[in-house]
């Protein structure tokens, strides 16, 4: 079975700071890597995934994240964030295992960006 | 488009009550889902189907009763709502063919059992 680990549930940052959100995931098979974002009282919606070749994938927003089989992390990234880039992340899994529809989410990191 | 769109969007139900969460989809999308979110927990999945009369049970079905007769509707139905109910439920949808598909979220449904 697939499982996602989020270290961080709170990151505080300052505006135009850099950040790095973590995420660590384990399967024994290979898998499919999602990044989704979720807004004060609203859904989640995608900002990046990966499904293979190049390991350094961007996202929208100036979002990136960077596929690290060996260390099965897939870390997302900004050079420098915005007060409206304060939200929830969450990190996804899913493989052929599970059906590759189905996720399996970490348990968030809660992103706050203060002036 | 609308996209995902879900019904109720706040509701308060007594113990033992049952009710039925809506969820609908104009993309034409044959993959639909139900989650909850729960502090710390992250989105656990309860329900899924990948097509009109085919569903299957997720990681936490119990309590829980879904049907899809339409390609658009999904809806969630608690049996006997329980406090343990108490959560934000997200109905979400993505196409089929290929893999790695985007899944769109509706807004959610905040439901309190008390």
């Known amino acids: 079975a697939q499982s996602v680990t989020q270290l961080d549930s709170q990151v505080p940052v300052f505006e135009e700071a850099p950040v790095e959100l973590r995420c660590n995931y384990s399967?024994?098979?290979?898998?499919?890597l999602f990044w989704y974002v979720q807004y004060p009282n609203q859904g989640l919606q995608l900002l990046l995934k990966?499904?293979?070749?190049?390991?350094l994938v961007k996202g929208i927003n100036g979002f990136e994240a960077e596929f690290n089989k060996s260390q099965t992390s897939f870390h997302l990234r900004k050079p420098s964030v915005h007060i409206s880039d304060t939200a929830e992340y969450f990190c996804?899994?899913?493989?052929?295992?599970?059906?590759?529809?189905?996720?399996?989410f970490g348990t968030g990191t809660r992103l706050l960006v203060s002036p | 488009n609308a996209g995902v769109t879900q019904t109720p969007k706040f509701q308060v139900l007594k113990t033992g009550q049952s009710m039925t969460l809506q969820c609908a989809q104009d993309?034409?999308?044959?993959?639909m889902s139900w989650y909850r979110q729960d502090p710390g927990m992250g989105l656990r999945l309860i329900h899924y189907?990948?097509?009109?009369?085919?569903?299957d049970q997720g990681e936490v079905p119990n309590g829980y009763n879904v049907s899809r007769s339409t390609t658009e509707d999904f809806p969630l139905r608690l049996l006997s709502a329980a406090p343990s109910q108490t959560s934000v439920y997200f109905c979400?949808?993505?196409?089929?063919?290929?893999?790695?598909?985007?899944?769109?979220f509706g807004p959610g449904t905040r439901l309190t059992v008390l």
């Open positions: 979400a949808s993505s196409r089929l063919a290929g893999a790695g598909n985007e899944q769109f």
């Open positions: 399967s024994s098979v290979s898998v499919y």
């Open positions: 993309m034409n999308h044959e993959y």
């Open positions: 189907s990948v097509g009109a009369g085919i569903t």
């Open positions: 990966y499904l293979s070749g190049s390991t």
């Open positions: 996804a899994v899913s493989s052929v295992n599970t059906g590759f529809q189905k996720l399996v």
